[in-house]
């Protein structure tokens, strides 16, 4: 059964551009939830989708946003980068219930590392 | 105060210690997972627990829920035991919230 599938690994970008980082999940899996992490403020949850649905979101401005597509396939972006956008993204899918909060175990993405120049 | 706190932040054993790791939390939760980030940054799921205890290998995990504490516990301690081990709360719908993670290194 194939992993949690996070593309690109790698990005460099410059201020005031725009990334789209893509998740993959484990087939089956319907759930799908984002998260940064840095040096100085650790993990931090982005956002979580269900069915194409955000059931959840974190404490983030609006320049980061997400989607999730039928297939349950999920997409972040963060618009106007800035320096400290610079981290590591990862994603982590679960098999996820409908109508109620998600219990399922996490399965974990490599990540995605942003260096925003 | 933050609402996960974990301790200690930086653990140094010997192969073969019995070793604990403790996460406490403030907020009312639905679930408890705790995760090992290896150098890289890849992170594997250990436990996800909402009561009692659950062993996996040398691995065993307990969750006291009135207390609001949650311990990790690795027997046999070996040097690729070495890594991040970070607890997470899941609070109200799908947030999860982290701790800020314990550095254990083993020694051989």
């Known amino acids: 059964k194939a992993g949690v599938t996070q593309t690109p690994r790698y990005l460099i970008k410059t201020r005031g551009q725009q990334v789209t980082l893509s998740c993959s999940p484990i087939?089956?899996?319907?759930?799908v939830s984002w998260y940064q992490q840095t040096p100085g403020q650790g993990l931090q949850f982005l956002f979580e989708?269900?069915?194409?649905?955000?059931?959840n979101k974190g404490n983030f401005p609006g320049r980061f946003s997400g989607r999730q597509f039928s297939n349950s396939r999920s997409e972040m972006n963060v618009s106007t980068l800035e320096l400290g956008d610079s981290a590591l993204y990862l994603c982590?899918?679960?098999?996820?219930?409908?109508?109620?909060?998600?219990?399922?175990?996490?399965?974990f993405g490599e990540g995605s590392r942003l260096t925003v120049l | 105060k933050n609402e996960v706190e974990q301790s200690p932040q930086n653990l140094t054993a010997q192969e073969g210690e019995f070793i604990t790791i403790n996460c406490s939390y403030s907020?009312?939760?639905?679930?408890l997972h705790w995760l090992q980030q290896h150098p890289g940054g890849g992170i594997v799921s250990l436990f996800m627990l909402s009561s009692g205890k659950k062993k996996h290998g040398r691995l065993i995990a307990t969750i006291n829920i009135q207390e609001k504490h949650s311990s990790l516990h690795i027997t046999a301690s070996h040097p690729r035991d070495s890594a991040v081990y970070i607890c997470a709360v899941r609070t109200s719908g799908s947030r999860l919230t982290f701790g800020e993670g314990t550095q254990l290194t083993v020694n051989p």
């Open positions: 087939s089956g899996h319907r759930s």
């Open positions: 907020v009312g939760i639905s679930a």
């Open positions: 989708y269900f069915s194409e649905t955000q059931r």
């Open positions: 982590a899918s679960s098999l996820g219930l409908a109508g109620g909060p998600v219990t399922g175990e996490l399965f």
